[in-house]
């Protein structure tokens, strides 16, 4: 065999193993998300994922992120905080996951967050409420989507103060998220009521309240007002007894996330009308920006989107955004990427405070009400209320975070 002929082969063979690959054949960005798939989370998660998808489908179908393809490897935590680390682990270690995404469960987030922070990897929570994510627990590597838990309750307490209530009863599930929802607003309505009082708190298990001993519990406090932070299924078995006893006749209810269409929607005309809640009304969200993501959305799904599904989109184009800031997919260089970093949304302009990672999304604040031409609860009477309205200050926030 001819050794000159031999080596321009190997020559040419290195060549075609060390050049880099065009545009569109390098290998994709992955980005981990782990979430609570199935359970009680199951009617805003299912629609979020599939927000994820649009919103990856799309930037792809543009060419994905400095020319490279978006993809998203999905993991189910089922709602325990350990097996969300144990995803954690193997997404870094095998997958090489860019960053990670999701969560929903308040405990869920803070336990990947603490991971995170110990390893030095990008964490971008989409769901998880609990304002000690990005406070008293915060760190450089954790940065969060939704409004928290203080901003929501703080919403809600304005309105609630001006009103005539003064005696208070609450329920909510005993984890970080149901705490944390009843202090926040309690804190602030006491600050705006001085003669407000609480007669009562129920802190029944995540996915196992028992209604009827909660709703009787409640009702022998005679309270004026009823701040409640259940949801999903427990939401649904509370509300169908409360309805049985007349609960919502006897006292005026304000209610944390009880205007999103994942938990108002499953009850239809039983939806209790005149709550005061936080929400998402997508079907009357007149911005031309959001008109079109729903007409997308229903497009590809069949079905309308719920907050879930506006959180997963906003989420990736909050990612896609940070990528394409960063210039790459280095951590530390994404981490700075998402420090102010401003995201245009349907919603609207989103920004990421360089001081603890929360954005400004904020949430809408109105009235509940049975519209019987649609057979399901809507919200009516309703502000767009933005998180810069109600987040602390630079300052304020540096005394709450670690080291402050």
């Known amino acids: ?59 792809n179908a543009k060419g994905g992120a400095l020319g490279r ?67 008293s627990k915060g760190h450089d590597h954790v940065f969060r989507v939704r409004p928290n ?110 205007g999103e269409p994942e938990y108002i929607d499953p009850l239809k005309t039983e939806a209790p009308e005149g709550m005061l809640v936080t929400g998402y009304p997508w079907y009357d969200i007149q911005h031309p920006p959001h008109k079109e993501f729903v007409a997308r959305f229903t497009k590809k799904t069949d079905h309308n989107p719920v907050l879930g599904s506006l959180v997963g989109y906003v989420t990736y184009l909050s990612i896609f955004e940070a990528i394409k800031k960063a210039g790459g997919t280095d951590t530390d260089k994404l981490v700075a990427a998402f420090r102010d970093l401003k995201v245009e949304t349907p919603i609207g302009p989103i920004s990421y405070r360089a001081v603890d990672g929360q954005s400004t999304m904020g949430a809408w604040v109105g009235m509940t009400k049975v519209d019987a031409k649609r057979g399901v609860g809507i919200m009516v009477n309703y502000e767009y209320v933005p998180g810069e309205r109600v987040l602390p200050s630079a300052d304020e926030v540096k005394k709450m975070r670690p080291g402050g």
Request: proline share 4%.
């Open 149 to 258: 838990t203080y901003e929501q309750g703080r919403m809600l307490a304005e309105k609630a103060g001006k009103m005539k209530y003064v005696k208070w009863a609450t329920i909510g599930p005993n984890y970080e998220y149901g705490k944390r929802a009843w202090e926040t607003f309690r804190d602030r309505l006491k600050e705006l009521k001085s003669d407000a009082q609480v007669v009562g708190e129920q802190w029944p298990a995540l996915g196992k309240v028992d209604a009827s001993a909660e709703v009787g519990a409640i009702l022998a406090k005679n309270p004026d007002a009823l701040y409640v932070s259940l949801f999903g299924s427990d939401w649904l078995a509370f509300v169908r007894e409360a309805q049985k006893r007349g609960l919502f006749q006897k006292m005026f209810v304000v209610g944390i996330l009880l």
């Open 69 to 135: 393809k978006i993809e998203v490897v999905f993991r189910d935590d089922k709602g325990q905080p350990a097996e969300a680390v144990k995803h954690a682990q193997e997404l870094v270690a095998n997958e090489k996951v860019a960053l990670m995404a999701g969560t929903f469960l308040s405990n869920v987030g803070l336990a990947v967050s603490d991971w995170a922070k110990q390893n030095k990897a990008l964490f971008v929570a989409a769901e998880p409420l609990t304002e000690a994510l990005t406070w």
């Open 1 to 59: 065999m001819n050794r000159r002929w031999v080596r321009r082969s190997l020559v040419a063979l290195a060549v075609l193993v060390l050049a880099p690959l065009p545009a569109g054949a390098q290998a994709p960005i992955k980005i981990g998300e782990i979430n609570t798939y199935s359970g009680i989370a199951a009617p805003f998660t299912g629609p979020y994922r599939q927000g994820v998808e649009m919103a990856v489908e799309e930037i």
